[in-house]
């Protein structure tokens, strides 16, 4: 499975963006999709993931109620909607692909990553 994230940009605080992960191969509906980021000399940080079929969702305390993470197993994309926005959320947003139908917060579960977007919230 190859992943493209793409969305990323300048936004002031309090405004909105909305990330997508387009994925490549057939099998892509199998795995369940996760949403990191990371900052430079900083962890990379879960945001969010979805199971195989979009059933279940998981986000991390900080994002809940302004993330919401979909996904659509036809058109092999994974988006990441992003609202009220906060400075804090500046970083480098990458996509992810857990080897099973069941997500994990931990990016070493994550097999496939694409090249991440980047996002930059200003004050």
């Known amino acids: 499975v190859q992943l493209q994230a793409s969305g990323g940009g300048l936004v002031q605080a309090g405004g909105s963006l909305n990330l997508s992960c387009a994925a490549s191969?057939?099998?892509?509906?199998?795995?369940?999709v996760g949403w990191f980021r990371q900052v430079p000399g900083k962890e990379r940080e879960f945001v969010a993931a979805?199971?195989?079929?979009?059933?279940?969702?998981y986000y991390a305390d900080s994002m809940k109620g302004r993330f919401t993470i979909a996904r659509d197993n036809a058109k092999n994309t994974v988006s990441l909607q992003m609202n009220s926005l906060k400075p804090e959320d500046t970083a480098v947003y990458h996509c992810?692909?857990?080897?099973?139908?069941?997500?994990?917060?931990?990016?070493?579960?994550?097999?496939?990553w694409g090249q991440g977007t980047k996002v930059t919230v200003s004050s």
């Open positions: 992810a692909a857990h080897p099973s139908k069941c997500y994990s917060t931990e990016s070493y579960e994550y097999d496939y």
């Open positions: 191969g057939r099998t892509f509906s199998r795995y369940a």
């Open positions: 979805i199971s195989w079929n979009g059933g279940s969702t």
